[in-house]
C-alpha cells in the first residue's frame, strides 16, 4: 500500500470525532496564553532596555543624577552643612547601583554676564564645571587654558527653554533657536576691582543632564585660585552620580536615609519600576494558568480521539502497524498544530516590538525593534515543554490500547 493510501486510511480510522470546536478553542486559548507569556517577558526586557540597555536614554535620567544634602529648618543658614566631605564621597561610591562618582565645582569668585546687541542682558552668572566624562553632549572645542580670553561654555536645554517660553515672550524679546544662541556674543567680567578680568564667552553646545551653565574644569580651578575669596569653602553642595539602575529600591532608601534629594523627576522610574513589575508578573501568571488549562484540554481532545478510534486501535495492531508507528503518525497530526500556534503568538509578539519601538522613537527614546532573548528564550522554553506533553500523551495513549 503506498504512502497515500496509508496515510488516508490511518486518518479515516484514528482521526474520527465530532468535537472539532474543541480543538480550535484549546488552541486559540493555547496561543492567547502563550502571546501574553511572551508579551509579560517582552514588557519587562523593554524596561530594563530603557534603564540601562545600550542604546542611551538619557532623557529618562535613568543614568546619571545630581544630588544635594537637603536644606531644613535645622541646617539652614549653617555654613557647611551641605557641603560633601570627603569620607561621604568616598561612601556613595560603595552605594547600591552606584557605579561612579563627580564632583560639580561651582565658582567661588564673582562673574558678571553682558549681552549687547537688541538682547542687552546684563546678570550676574553662576559658573560650574564637571568631569568631561559626565557631559552628555561634549563639545569638539571644549577647552580653556590659562592666557586665553576666549572661553567655551555649555548652557542647559532648561535655561534656553525657559527664555523662550517663560522670560522672552514676558519681556518683549526675540526667541533664539539653538543656532542663534551659539552665535551671540557674551562678554563676562569675572573678579572685582582692578583685578577684573574680561573674558569673550561663546556658547559651544546644550546640555540636557545639567541644569546649570558648565565652563571647562581648568577655568573653575583658574578663577576660584585667582579671583576667589579668601576663607570659602572648596567642598563641593553638589554631586553627580553615574547609577546603574537608579529605581532600584535600595538606592532610593539609600538617598532617603542619608538626607540626599534629587530631581523627583529623576526617580520617577523607581515608582513605575514597581508598576512594570506587578503588571509584568500578573500578566506571567494569568498567562502561565491559560496556557495550563489550554494544554490540558488539547490533551484531553487528544486522548479523547485516541480513546474513540479505540476499535480502530486494535485492529491496526492487528494488521501488523506497531505503537511507535501509530504514536509517531498521531505526532505528526496534531504537533504541526501547536507549533502553528506557537508561531502565531510569536509572530504577534513581534509585531507588537516593532511597533512599541515606533511609539518609543517618537518620545526620543531607543527601544530595537525585535524582541530580545529573554522573549526568545521564554519562547524556547514554552514550546519545549508543550511538545514534550503533547507527544508524552500521544505516546502513552497509544500504550494503553
Do not use: Y
Given at each position: 500500500m503506498s504512502d497515500k493510501a496509508t496515510n488516508s486510511m490511518l486518518r479515516t480510522l484514528l482521526m474520527r470525532t465530532q468535537h472539532s470546536?474543541?480543538?480550535?478553542?484549546?488552541?486559540?486559548?493555547?496561543?492567547?496564553?502563550?502571546?501574553?507569556?511572551?508579551?509579560?517577558?517582552?514588557?519587562?526586557?523593554?524596561?530594563?532596555?530603557l534603564l540601562y540597555g545600550k542604546n542611551q536614554n538619557d532623557s529618562l535620567g535613568s543614568t546619571f543624577l545630581i544630588i544635594g544634602k537637603r536644606v531644613t529648618q535645622q541646617n539652614m543658614g549653617t555654613p557647611g552643612a551641605t557641603v560633601f566631605l570627603l569620607s561621604e564621597i568616598d561612601?556613595?561610591?560603595?552605594?547600591?547601583?552606584?557605579?561612579?562618582?563627580?564632583?560639580?565645582?561651582?565658582?567661588?569668585f564673582p562673574v558678571y554676564a553682558m549681552m549687547g546687541g537688541q538682547l542687552q542682558l546684563a546678570t550676574d552668572l553662576p559658573l560650574e564645571s564637571v568631569q568631561d566624562k559626565f557631559i552628555d553632549k561634549l563639545p569638539?572645542?571644549?577647552?580653556?587654558?590659562?592666557?586665553?580670553?576666549?572661553?567655551?561654555?555649555?548652557v542647559s536645554s532648561l535655561f534656553l527653554n525657559t527664555y523662550n517660553y517663560v522670560f522672552a515672550p514676558s519681556q518683549g524679546l526675540p526667541q533664539l533657536s539653538e543656532a542663534s544662541v551659539k552665535s551671540i556674543a557674551l562678554n563676562l567680567k569675572v573678579g572685582e576691582g582692578d583685578k577684573a578680568e574680561i573674558f569673550s564667552a561663546h556658547v559651544v553646545g546644550f546640555s540636557d543632564r545639567i541644569g546649570s551653565v558648565l565652563a571647562p574644569q581648568s577655568f573653575i580651578d583658574y578663577g576660584n585660585k585667582v579671583h576667589g575669596k579668601p576663607g570659602q569653602a572648596?567642598?563641593?553642595s553638589q554631586l553627580i552620580l553615574k547609577a546603574?539602575?537608579?529605581s532600584d529600591i535600595k538606592f532610593s532608601d539609600y538617598l532617603q536615609r542619608h538626607d540626599y534629594e534629587t530631581n523627583t523627576q529623576n526617580l520617577r522610574w523607581s515608582k513605575i519600576r514597581a508598576i512594570v513589575e506587578v503588571v509584568a508578573s500578573a500578566t506571567g501568571v494569568l498567562a502561565l494558568?491559560?496556557?495550563?488549562?489550554?494544554t490540558l484540554v488539547f490533551i484531553l481532545f487528544i486522548e479523547l480521539t485516541i480513546a474513540r478510534a479505540q476499535h480502530s486501535l486494535t485492529l491496526l495492531l492487528q494488521l501488523g502497524y506497531g505503537p511507535g508507528y501509530l504514536s509517531r503518525y498521531m505526532i505528526g497530526r496534531f504537533l504541526p498544530m501547536v507549533?502553528?500556534?506557537v508561531?502565531?503568538?510569536?509572530?504577534?509578539?513581534?509585531?507588537?516590538?516593532?511597533?512599541?519601538?515606533?511609539?518609543?522613537?517618537?518620545?526620543?527614546?531607543?527601544?530595537?525593534?525585535i524582541p530580545g532573548w529573554p522573549v526568545w528564550a521564554a519562547l524556547f522554553v514554552s514550546t519545549a515543554i508543550l511538545v514534550s506533553l503533547v507527544t508524552r500523551s500521544i505516546s502513552s495513549a497509544i500504550k494503553k490500547h
Open positions: 470546536s474543541r480543538l480550535w478553542v484549546a488552541l486559540a486559548a493555547l496561543c492567547v496564553g502563550t502571546t501574553l507569556l511572551l508579551l509579560s517577558v517582552m514588557i519587562w526586557w523593554n524596561f530594563s532596555e561612601s556613595l561610591k560603595s552605594a547600591p547601583q552606584v557605579q561612579d562618582v563627580g564632583i560639580i565645582t561651582s565658582n567661588h569638539d572645542d571644549w577647552k580653556w587654558q590659562p592666557g586665553s580670553r576666549d572661553l567655551p561654555i555649555i572648596s567642598a563641593p546603574k539602575d537608579p494558568l491559560l496556557m495550563g488549562i489550554s507549533l502553528g500556534t508561531a502565531a503568538s510569536a509572530i504577534i509578539t513581534v509585531a507588537g516590538q516593532a511597533i512599541l519601538s515606533i511609539a518609543a522613537k517618537s518620545q526620543h527614546l531607543e527601544l530595537p525593534s
